[in-house]
Protein backbone atom coordinates (compact mmCIF):
# COMPACT_ATOMS: atom_id res chain seq x y z
CA UNK A 1 0.00 0.00 0.00
CA UNK A 2 1.31 3.34 -1.02
CA UNK A 3 2.14 5.71 1.89
CA UNK A 4 -0.57 8.65 0.54
CA UNK A 5 -3.76 6.32 0.22
CA UNK A 6 -6.47 6.70 3.03
CA UNK A 7 -7.06 4.01 5.58
CA UNK A 8 -8.87 0.69 4.40
CA UNK A 9 -12.37 -0.51 6.13
CA UNK A 10 -9.93 -3.91 7.44
CA UNK A 11 -7.74 -0.73 9.07
CA UNK A 12 -10.55 0.95 10.78
CA UNK A 13 -12.03 -1.82 11.76
CA UNK A 14 -8.67 -3.16 13.87
CA UNK A 15 -8.28 0.58 15.11
CA UNK A 16 -11.77 0.13 16.68
CA UNK A 17 -11.42 -3.24 18.20
CA UNK A 18 -8.03 -1.62 19.39
CA UNK A 19 -9.38 1.39 21.41
CA UNK A 20 -12.67 -0.80 22.10
CA UNK A 21 -15.56 0.81 20.50
CA UNK A 22 -17.85 -0.94 18.17
CA UNK A 23 -18.39 2.23 15.68
CA UNK A 24 -16.91 5.59 14.05
CA UNK A 25 -20.04 6.84 15.20
CA UNK A 26 -19.41 5.67 18.84
CA UNK A 27 -15.92 7.04 18.62
CA UNK A 28 -17.11 10.52 18.00
CA UNK A 29 -20.34 10.54 20.42
CA UNK A 30 -18.68 13.26 22.47
CA UNK A 31 -18.93 15.43 19.67
CA UNK A 32 -22.66 17.20 20.47
CA UNK A 33 -25.22 16.03 17.41
CA UNK A 34 -25.67 19.74 17.18
CA UNK A 35 -21.94 20.46 15.99
CA UNK A 36 -22.23 17.00 13.30
CA UNK A 37 -22.90 17.39 9.66
CA UNK A 38 -26.32 16.84 9.01
CA UNK A 39 -25.93 15.31 5.25
CA UNK A 40 -22.06 14.45 3.41
CA UNK A 41 -20.46 17.88 2.52
CA UNK A 42 -21.46 19.96 -0.61
CA UNK A 43 -18.65 18.89 -2.30
CA UNK A 44 -18.52 18.59 -6.82
CA UNK A 45 -17.34 15.51 -7.97
CA UNK A 46 -13.56 16.07 -8.89
CA UNK A 47 -12.07 15.92 -12.53
CA UNK A 48 -9.45 14.14 -14.56
CA UNK A 49 -5.73 14.73 -14.10
CA UNK A 50 -5.29 16.43 -17.41
CA UNK A 51 -8.10 18.76 -17.02
CA UNK A 52 -6.70 19.73 -13.22
CA UNK A 53 -3.11 20.17 -14.69
CA UNK A 54 -4.42 22.22 -17.37
CA UNK A 55 -5.94 24.24 -14.67
CA UNK A 56 -3.59 24.91 -12.70
CA UNK A 57 -0.87 25.39 -15.32
CA UNK A 58 -3.73 28.45 -16.46
CA UNK A 59 -3.46 29.88 -12.91
CA UNK A 60 0.32 29.67 -13.24
CA UNK A 61 0.32 31.66 -16.52
CA UNK A 62 -1.11 34.67 -14.17
CA UNK A 63 2.05 35.04 -12.88
CA UNK A 64 4.53 37.44 -14.30
CA UNK A 65 8.33 35.70 -13.97
CA UNK A 66 11.10 37.97 -13.35
CA UNK A 67 13.63 37.38 -16.37
CA UNK A 68 11.09 35.83 -18.71
CA UNK A 69 8.39 38.40 -18.50
CA UNK A 70 9.08 41.36 -16.77
CA UNK A 71 12.66 42.95 -16.52
CA UNK A 72 13.47 43.92 -12.29
CA UNK A 73 14.03 46.95 -11.24
CA UNK A 74 12.05 46.65 -7.84
CA UNK A 75 14.24 46.31 -4.70
CA UNK A 76 12.78 47.07 -1.11
CA UNK A 77 14.96 43.97 0.72
CA UNK A 78 14.20 41.45 -2.26
CA UNK A 79 17.16 41.92 -5.26
CA UNK A 80 17.28 40.57 -8.75
CA UNK A 81 20.97 39.56 -8.12
CA UNK A 82 22.48 36.94 -10.50
CA UNK A 83 22.25 33.27 -8.96
CA UNK A 84 25.38 31.35 -10.52
CA UNK A 85 25.22 27.76 -11.80
CA UNK A 86 27.62 26.43 -9.41
CA UNK A 87 25.61 27.61 -6.43
CA UNK A 88 22.18 25.98 -7.63
CA UNK A 89 24.02 23.01 -8.24
CA UNK A 90 25.94 22.60 -4.89
CA UNK A 91 22.90 23.86 -2.79
CA UNK A 92 20.25 21.55 -4.32
CA UNK A 93 22.79 18.44 -4.03
CA UNK A 94 20.57 15.61 -2.23
CA UNK A 95 23.05 15.38 0.32
CA UNK A 96 21.56 18.93 1.46
CA UNK A 97 18.42 19.11 0.20
CA UNK A 98 17.46 16.00 2.88
CA UNK A 99 19.34 17.05 5.50
CA UNK A 100 17.43 18.90 8.10
CA UNK A 101 18.44 19.49 12.02
CA UNK A 102 21.86 17.79 12.34
CA UNK A 103 21.36 16.32 15.82
CA UNK A 104 23.51 13.58 15.34
CA UNK A 105 27.18 14.95 14.65
CA UNK A 106 28.41 11.59 13.46
CA UNK A 107 26.28 11.40 10.53
CA UNK A 108 25.85 15.07 9.29
CA UNK A 109 29.25 16.22 9.09
CA UNK A 110 28.70 17.80 5.85
CA UNK A 111 26.19 20.32 6.77
CA UNK A 112 27.64 21.04 9.93
CA UNK A 113 31.17 22.59 8.11
CA UNK A 114 29.01 23.79 5.55
CA UNK A 115 26.92 25.80 8.17
CA UNK A 116 29.99 26.51 10.23
CA UNK A 117 31.98 27.89 6.81
CA UNK A 118 28.53 29.85 6.23
CA UNK A 119 28.95 31.35 10.04
CA UNK A 120 32.48 32.23 9.56
CA UNK A 121 31.94 34.52 6.60
CA UNK A 122 29.03 36.01 7.92
CA UNK A 123 30.59 37.18 10.63
CA UNK A 124 33.32 38.60 8.28
CA UNK A 125 30.68 40.68 6.62
CA UNK A 126 29.21 42.12 9.74
CA UNK A 127 32.52 42.84 11.09
CA UNK A 128 32.03 40.96 14.43
CA UNK A 129 33.17 38.05 16.26
CA UNK A 130 30.15 35.24 16.33
CA UNK A 131 27.14 34.25 13.56
CA UNK A 132 24.56 32.37 13.93
CA UNK A 133 23.79 29.70 11.45
CA UNK A 134 20.98 31.88 10.13
CA UNK A 135 17.32 32.98 10.61
CA UNK A 136 13.90 32.67 8.69
CA UNK A 137 14.50 36.04 7.28
CA UNK A 138 15.93 39.91 7.70
CA UNK A 139 12.67 40.55 10.05
CA UNK A 140 13.13 37.89 12.21
CA UNK A 141 16.73 38.26 12.79
CA UNK A 142 15.46 41.95 13.25
CA UNK A 143 13.15 40.82 16.49
CA UNK A 144 15.82 38.91 17.76
CA UNK A 145 18.37 41.84 17.97
CA UNK A 146 15.97 43.92 19.79
CA UNK A 147 14.80 41.15 22.23
CA UNK A 148 18.72 40.68 23.04
CA UNK A 149 19.23 43.80 23.71
CA UNK A 150 16.94 44.40 26.06
CA UNK A 151 17.76 41.51 27.67
CA UNK A 152 21.23 43.06 27.98
CA UNK A 153 20.58 45.94 29.44
CA UNK A 154 17.20 45.41 31.46
CA UNK A 155 15.78 48.41 29.58
CA UNK A 156 12.69 48.25 27.27
CA UNK A 157 12.93 51.98 25.14
CA UNK A 158 14.23 50.90 21.17
CA UNK A 159 14.82 53.83 19.20
CA UNK A 160 14.26 52.34 15.64
CA UNK A 161 15.16 54.41 12.94
CA UNK A 162 12.22 55.07 9.86
CA UNK A 163 14.68 53.70 7.21
CA UNK A 164 14.77 49.94 8.37
CA UNK A 165 12.52 48.13 6.25
CA UNK A 166 8.75 49.18 7.22
CA UNK A 167 7.66 45.17 6.48
CA UNK A 168 10.74 44.39 9.55
CA UNK A 169 9.45 47.44 11.35
CA UNK A 170 5.62 45.99 11.60
CA UNK A 171 7.03 42.45 12.52
CA UNK A 172 9.04 44.55 15.61
CA UNK A 173 5.80 46.45 16.64
CA UNK A 174 3.86 43.23 16.49
CA UNK A 175 6.06 41.47 18.99
CA UNK A 176 6.69 44.37 21.01
CA UNK A 177 2.77 44.43 21.52
CA UNK A 178 2.76 40.90 22.74
CA UNK A 179 5.75 41.60 24.96
CA UNK A 180 4.82 44.86 26.38
CA UNK A 181 6.25 45.13 29.56
CA UNK A 182 9.77 44.85 28.33
CA UNK A 183 9.38 46.52 24.50
CA UNK A 184 8.26 50.35 23.89
CA UNK A 185 9.36 51.08 19.83
CA UNK A 186 9.99 55.07 19.04
CA UNK A 187 10.36 55.58 15.54
CA UNK A 188 12.45 57.92 14.55
CA UNK A 189 11.38 59.86 11.37
CA UNK A 190 13.35 60.52 8.01
CA UNK A 191 14.75 64.04 7.29
CA UNK A 192 12.71 65.56 4.66
CA UNK A 193 13.82 65.23 1.44
CA UNK A 194 17.63 64.25 2.50
CA UNK A 195 16.36 60.45 3.21
CA UNK A 196 18.85 59.61 6.44
CA UNK A 197 17.50 59.19 10.18
CA UNK A 198 17.21 62.53 12.01
CA UNK A 199 18.29 61.43 15.16
CA UNK A 200 18.32 64.80 16.59
CA UNK A 201 14.60 64.96 16.74
CA UNK A 202 14.28 61.57 19.18
CA UNK A 203 16.87 63.55 21.50
CA UNK A 204 14.84 66.96 21.41
CA UNK A 205 11.51 65.16 22.58
CA UNK A 206 13.45 63.37 25.17
CA UNK A 207 12.84 64.56 28.83
CA UNK A 208 14.97 64.06 31.47
CA UNK A 209 12.79 61.34 32.82
CA UNK A 210 12.76 59.42 30.01
CA UNK A 211 14.62 55.85 30.17
CA UNK A 212 17.46 55.70 27.93
CA UNK A 213 17.52 53.16 25.17
CA UNK A 214 18.41 49.56 25.00
CA UNK A 215 19.02 49.95 21.41
CA UNK A 216 19.00 52.40 18.82
CA UNK A 217 18.67 50.14 15.02
CA UNK A 218 19.67 51.65 11.99
CA UNK A 219 19.85 50.51 8.61
CA UNK A 220 22.93 51.43 6.32
CA UNK A 221 21.60 51.50 3.13
CA UNK A 222 18.42 52.31 4.42
CA UNK A 223 14.88 51.07 2.36
CA UNK A 224 15.21 54.54 0.78
CA UNK A 225 19.05 53.34 -0.32
CA UNK A 226 20.61 56.37 1.42
CA UNK A 227 23.75 55.80 3.45
CA UNK A 228 23.46 56.64 6.99
CA UNK A 229 25.35 58.50 9.33
CA UNK A 230 27.07 55.96 11.08
CA UNK A 231 29.49 58.39 13.09
CA UNK A 232 26.35 59.72 14.16
CA UNK A 233 24.47 56.64 14.93
CA UNK A 234 27.19 55.00 16.56
CA UNK A 235 27.97 58.01 19.26
CA UNK A 236 24.49 58.36 20.26
CA UNK A 237 24.35 54.74 21.23
CA UNK A 238 27.67 55.03 23.06
CA UNK A 239 26.38 57.99 25.05
CA UNK A 240 22.85 56.42 26.31
CA UNK A 241 25.21 52.81 26.60
CA UNK A 242 22.70 51.25 24.47
CA UNK A 243 23.46 48.36 21.95
CA UNK A 244 23.63 49.24 18.23
CA UNK A 245 22.08 47.42 16.14
CA UNK A 246 22.87 47.88 12.18
CA UNK A 247 20.27 46.23 9.45
CA UNK A 248 23.21 45.41 6.80
CA UNK A 249 22.93 44.56 3.03
CA UNK A 250 25.16 41.56 2.26
CA UNK A 251 26.15 42.87 -1.28
CA UNK A 252 26.77 46.51 -0.74
CA UNK A 253 28.71 45.29 2.46
CA UNK A 254 31.54 44.48 -0.40
CA UNK A 255 32.05 48.23 -0.65
CA UNK A 256 30.99 50.37 2.41
CA UNK A 257 31.91 49.77 5.87
CA UNK A 258 30.91 47.29 8.08
CA UNK A 259 28.33 47.03 10.60
CA UNK A 260 31.11 46.55 13.32
CA UNK A 261 33.46 48.83 12.13
CA UNK A 262 30.64 51.20 12.68
CA UNK A 263 30.75 50.16 16.26
CA UNK A 264 27.46 47.56 16.16
CA UNK A 265 27.50 44.97 19.07
CA UNK A 266 24.81 43.08 16.69
CA UNK A 267 24.24 43.48 12.71
CA UNK A 268 21.42 41.90 11.09
CA UNK A 269 20.89 41.23 7.27
CA UNK A 270 18.48 40.00 4.64
CA UNK A 271 20.18 36.93 3.26
CA UNK A 272 18.04 36.58 0.21
CA UNK A 273 20.51 38.37 -2.29
CA UNK A 274 23.28 35.65 -1.51
CA UNK A 275 22.03 33.23 -3.63
CA UNK A 276 18.40 32.83 -3.50
CA UNK A 277 15.88 33.83 -6.76
CA UNK A 278 13.33 35.82 -6.03
CA UNK A 279 11.03 33.61 -5.77
CA UNK A 280 7.69 35.10 -5.34
CA UNK A 281 8.20 36.61 -1.81
CA UNK A 282 10.57 33.28 0.00
CA UNK A 283 12.14 31.80 1.64
CA UNK A 284 14.66 33.90 2.38
CA UNK A 285 17.43 33.55 4.78
CA UNK A 286 18.01 36.31 8.45
CA UNK A 287 21.53 37.36 8.76
CA UNK A 288 22.77 37.49 12.37
CA UNK A 289 25.86 38.38 13.77
CA UNK A 290 27.30 39.79 17.33
CA UNK A 291 29.64 40.51 19.59
CA UNK A 292 31.16 37.97 21.54
CA UNK A 293 30.04 39.43 24.78
CA UNK A 294 26.32 38.91 23.15
CA UNK A 295 27.67 34.88 22.48
CA UNK A 296 25.27 33.48 25.15
CA UNK A 297 21.96 35.48 24.34
CA UNK A 298 22.07 34.49 20.31
CA UNK A 299 19.25 32.93 19.30
CA UNK A 300 19.17 29.71 17.23
CA UNK A 301 21.96 27.29 16.64
CA UNK A 302 25.56 27.95 16.53
CA UNK A 303 28.08 24.87 14.93
CA UNK A 304 31.02 24.96 16.28
CA UNK A 305 34.44 23.27 15.34
CA UNK A 306 36.23 21.07 17.48
CA UNK A 307 37.79 17.64 17.33
CA UNK A 308 37.01 14.07 18.15
CA UNK A 309 38.73 10.96 19.79
CA UNK A 310 40.87 11.05 17.29
CA UNK A 311 42.17 14.67 17.02
CA UNK A 312 40.84 15.23 13.67
CA UNK A 313 38.94 18.00 12.94
CA UNK A 314 34.70 17.84 13.63
CA UNK A 315 32.08 19.88 14.16
CA UNK A 316 28.74 20.03 16.53
CA UNK A 317 25.86 22.04 17.36
CA UNK A 318 27.44 24.43 20.36
CA UNK A 319 25.99 26.10 23.48
CA UNK A 320 23.06 23.93 22.94
CA UNK A 321 22.67 23.94 27.23
CA UNK A 322 21.90 27.61 27.30
CA UNK A 323 18.40 29.72 28.42
CA UNK A 324 16.84 29.27 24.94
CA UNK A 325 16.45 25.06 25.82
CA UNK A 326 16.40 25.03 29.82
CA UNK A 327 14.70 28.37 31.01
CA UNK A 328 12.47 29.44 28.35
CA UNK A 329 10.26 31.58 30.57
CA UNK A 330 13.20 33.96 31.08
CA UNK A 331 14.69 33.46 27.61
CA UNK A 332 15.91 36.14 25.13
CA UNK A 333 14.95 33.96 22.43
CA UNK A 334 13.31 30.58 22.31
CA UNK A 335 14.15 30.01 18.58
CA UNK A 336 16.56 26.81 18.25
CA UNK A 337 16.17 26.43 14.40
CA UNK A 338 17.47 27.86 11.08
CA UNK A 339 17.43 28.05 7.49
CA UNK A 340 19.86 25.57 6.44
CA UNK A 341 19.39 25.13 3.06
CA UNK A 342 19.76 29.20 1.88
CA UNK A 343 21.95 29.30 4.49
CA UNK A 344 24.48 26.57 2.62
CA UNK A 345 23.64 28.30 -0.65
CA UNK A 346 24.56 31.69 0.82
CA UNK A 347 28.11 29.67 1.89
CA UNK A 348 28.37 28.79 -1.72
CA UNK A 349 27.57 32.12 -3.13
CA UNK A 350 29.79 33.92 -1.04
CA UNK A 351 32.62 31.22 -1.13
CA UNK A 352 32.83 31.38 -5.05
CA UNK A 353 32.53 35.30 -5.31
CA UNK A 354 35.13 36.09 -2.63
CA UNK A 355 35.84 39.39 -1.15
CA UNK A 356 37.05 40.97 -4.84
CA UNK A 357 33.76 39.30 -6.39
CA UNK A 358 31.47 40.68 -4.23
CA UNK A 359 32.88 44.10 -4.40
CA UNK A 360 32.63 43.96 -8.26
CA UNK A 361 28.79 42.76 -8.00
CA UNK A 362 28.48 45.82 -5.39
CA UNK A 363 30.51 48.23 -7.62
CA UNK A 364 28.11 47.24 -10.56
CA UNK A 365 25.30 47.45 -9.23
CA UNK A 366 25.84 51.06 -7.44
CA UNK A 367 26.87 52.37 -11.21
CA UNK A 368 24.40 50.88 -12.94
CA UNK A 369 22.14 52.56 -10.17
CA UNK A 370 23.83 56.01 -10.77
CA UNK A 371 23.72 55.72 -14.81
CA UNK A 372 19.62 54.85 -14.30
CA UNK A 373 19.04 57.77 -12.00
CA UNK A 374 20.88 60.25 -14.03
CA UNK A 375 18.41 58.75 -16.95
CA UNK A 376 15.70 59.39 -14.82
CA UNK A 377 16.31 62.77 -13.81
CA UNK A 378 16.63 63.95 -17.38
CA UNK A 379 12.75 63.46 -18.29
CA UNK A 380 10.89 66.63 -17.58
CA UNK A 381 9.20 66.39 -13.58
CA UNK A 382 11.32 63.76 -12.27
CA UNK A 383 13.14 64.19 -9.24
CA UNK A 384 15.00 63.25 -6.28
CA UNK A 385 13.22 62.21 -3.49
CA UNK A 386 16.11 61.54 -1.07
CA UNK A 387 19.23 63.69 -2.08
CA UNK A 388 22.15 61.53 0.55
CA UNK A 389 24.32 59.67 -1.19
CA UNK A 390 23.42 56.02 -2.36
CA UNK A 391 24.33 52.75 -3.56
CA UNK A 392 22.21 50.35 -5.30
CA UNK A 393 18.79 51.87 -5.05
CA UNK A 394 17.41 55.20 -4.94
CA UNK A 395 13.77 57.03 -4.43
CA UNK A 396 12.57 59.39 -7.27
CA UNK A 397 9.41 61.35 -7.28
CA UNK A 398 7.40 62.47 -10.50
CA UNK A 399 4.35 63.72 -12.32
CA UNK A 400 2.38 60.41 -11.24
CA UNK A 401 2.32 58.18 -8.43
CA UNK A 402 4.64 55.54 -7.97
CA UNK A 403 1.92 53.33 -7.74
CA UNK A 404 0.57 54.57 -11.56
CA UNK A 405 4.02 54.16 -12.67
CA UNK A 406 4.68 50.80 -11.77
CA UNK A 407 0.59 49.42 -13.47
CA UNK A 408 2.22 51.60 -16.49
CA UNK A 409 5.04 49.93 -16.90
CA UNK A 410 3.94 46.51 -16.67
CA UNK A 411 2.84 46.40 -20.29
CA UNK A 412 5.96 48.04 -21.35
CA UNK A 413 7.92 44.61 -20.08
CA UNK A 414 9.12 46.05 -16.73
CA UNK A 415 8.52 45.89 -12.87
CA UNK A 416 9.62 49.15 -12.52
CA UNK A 417 10.02 49.53 -8.80
CA UNK A 418 8.58 49.72 -5.19
CA UNK A 419 5.80 52.38 -5.01
CA UNK A 420 6.03 54.21 -2.01
CA UNK A 421 2.62 53.92 -0.75
CA UNK A 422 1.48 55.24 2.46
CA UNK A 423 1.34 51.56 4.16
CA UNK A 424 5.78 51.39 3.74
CA UNK A 425 6.43 54.82 2.95
CA UNK A 426 8.84 56.95 5.50
CA UNK A 427 6.84 60.32 6.51
CA UNK A 428 7.41 63.06 3.79
CA UNK A 429 7.88 60.46 1.15
CA UNK A 430 5.13 59.09 0.08
CA UNK A 431 3.62 58.49 -3.72
CA UNK A 432 7.76 58.16 -4.84
CA UNK A 433 9.02 55.45 -6.26
CA UNK A 434 11.95 53.38 -5.17
CA UNK A 435 13.73 51.81 -8.03
CA UNK A 436 17.09 49.30 -7.90
CA UNK A 437 19.81 48.29 -10.05
CA UNK A 438 21.37 44.64 -9.61
CA UNK A 439 24.61 43.76 -12.04
CA UNK A 440 22.26 41.87 -14.14
CA UNK A 441 20.78 44.89 -15.64
CA UNK A 442 22.31 46.05 -18.64
CA UNK A 443 22.93 49.47 -20.52
CA UNK A 444 20.21 48.61 -22.99
CA UNK A 445 17.95 47.57 -20.34
CA UNK A 446 18.19 50.86 -18.32
CA UNK A 447 18.02 52.70 -21.60
CA UNK A 448 15.02 51.17 -22.40
CA UNK A 449 13.67 50.90 -19.11
CA UNK A 450 14.15 55.02 -19.27
CA UNK A 451 12.57 55.73 -22.13
CA UNK A 452 9.29 54.02 -20.59
CA UNK A 453 9.31 55.51 -17.77
CA UNK A 454 9.19 58.77 -19.51
CA UNK A 455 6.28 57.36 -21.08
CA UNK A 456 4.57 56.36 -17.93
CA UNK A 457 4.94 59.75 -16.42
CA UNK A 458 3.54 61.77 -19.98
CA UNK A 459 0.41 59.66 -20.40
Known amino acids: MTSWAPHTPAEIDEMLAFIGVSSLDE ?16 IPDGIGEPDLMAYFQELAAANAPIGRDLVCFAGGGAYDHEVPAVTKALASRSEFVTAYTPYQAEVAQGVLQALFEYQTMVARLAGLEVANASLYDGAHALVEAVNLAVAATGRSAVWVSEGVNPRWRENLITIARARSESHVIHIVPLEQGVGVTSWSTRESSADATSEPPAAIVVANPNFLGCLEDMERASALASAHGAELIVAFDPITAGIIESPGSAGASVAVGEGQALGAPLSFGGPYLGLFACSMEHVRRIPGRIVGQTVDVDSRTAYVTTLRAREQDIRRERASSNV ?8 IGAAVQMAWLGTSGLAEIALRSARGARYCRE ?26 SGEVIVDRMLDEGFLAGVALTREIAPQGFEGGLLVAVTERRTRAEIDAFAAAFEKAVSL
Open 336 to 343: CTNETLLA
Open 375 to 400: ALLGIPGVRLAATAPTVREFAVCAPV
Open 27 to 42: LFRAVPASLRLATGLS
